[in-house]
């Protein structure tokens, strides 16, 4: 294309999901549902483990991290995606269009990390109790979610670097729900074919090593209760498989996405929807609706805001090492 009669894009048109009216009002509902269902969830998760002393563990304190993070990723796009369902023109102007781009990658970078430091944590819990307490100390679990942002940030940044200049001149139209880079650097006017190249690697290294990181450690504490005691390894198992669902309906999809970039499928635009939608709903059913002490607590704050006079103290028996 020729650069010299550029006409600057000063914004993105949306396909969606599908053009069939019905179809479009369906969607609206069910991932409202999903929305506020996300939201609220999330949200019971952090009011739970600050305001609960009894919650006070590395474990809680990563836990309501990953809540917020879940919020942060439902949140940047999933609205304005809901509203566009029920409008005729998708449209979303060119810096709104970039900023999704950097939220994508910075919320979806420090949710890799944060779920390799939970299962690292969990690993300690198991294959060093003896240490846990010395070694996830309030200063490890600070460090390890600040580094979760701070790689994220980076991650986000240096996609930012090679694509903050591209040139746009032809096609406006992006065929997503919302944008990301594999379709929008699709629609610049240059041979983006090093900058495709430099997306996969870097969203490739980030999401591959975090993935294996992961395997590795569910690997490693599976060993461990394997061969310390045969009582827990059906709670062990069933743990192991919930988490492995997620990390596969999460790590899956982002993977397919950006390992080949420079075919984009009509499919990627709802396995995008798994990484942005799914996995933040996910992960409060998963860590929460699973553990006791997690149920117990949040069955007290909520009788308590319903009924404040009738604070029935529940005990918090078990302790649970997995979630
Ligand atoms: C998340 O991490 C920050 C900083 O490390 C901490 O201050 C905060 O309490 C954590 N949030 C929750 C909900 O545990």
Excluded at 36 to 61: E, K, Q, R, W
Aim: glycine share 2%.
């Amino acid at each position: 294309m020729d650069k010299s009669n550029c006409s600057v894009v000063s914004e993105f048109v949306l396909l969606g999901l599908s053009s069939s009216q019905e179809l479009q009002l369906f969607f609206f509902v069910f991932f409202s549902v999903l929305y506020v269902v996300t939201a609220l969830g999330n949200l019971l998760i952090i009011i739970t483990v600050t305001s609960d002393n009894s919650l006070h563990s590395p474990m809680y304190f990563l836990l309501g991290n990953l809540s917020f993070v879940d919020i942060c990723q439902a949140s940047f796009a999933t609205p304005k995606m809901i509203a566009d369902f029920l409008s005729e023109h998708k449209t979303i102007s060119f810096s709104t269009c970039i900023a999704q781009i950097n939220f994508v990658h910075l919320f979806t970078g420090g949710e890799m990390v944060l779920l390799v430091s939970m299962a690292y944590d969990r690993c300690v819990a198991i294959c060093k109790p003896l240490r846990y307490v010395v070694i996830m100390s309030q200063r490890t679990c600070t460090a390890l979610v600040m580094t979760s942002w701070a790689v994220g940030l980076v991650h986000t940044l240096s996609q930012l670097s090679f694509t903050v200049n591209l040139p746009f001149c032809g096609s406006n139209v992006v065929d997503s729900l919302f944008c990301d880079l594999p379709q929008v650097t699709k629609l610049a006017c240059l041979d983006s074919y090093i900058i495709e190249i430099l997306i996969a690697v870097n969203s490739g290294i980030l999401s591959l090593s975090t993935f294996s990181l992961l395997v590795s450690s569910y690997i490693i504490i599976l060993v461990t209760v394997w061969f310390n005691s045969s009582v827990a390894m059906a709670k062990a198992f069933s743990t192991l498989v919930a988490h492995i669902t997620v990390v596969i309906l999460f790590f899956g999809p982002c993977i397919f996405i950006y390992v080949w970039p420079f075919t984009t499928y009509p499919i990627d635009k709802v396995l995008a929807i798994f990484y942005t939608i799914f996995t933040p709903i996910l992960n409060p059913i998963i860590y929460t609706l699973r553990n006791r002490d997690m149920k117990a607590t949040m069955r007290k704050i909520v009788t308590h805001y319903m009924r404040p006079k009738k604070i029935s103290e529940m005990p918090l028996v078990v302790r649970n090492s997995f979630y």
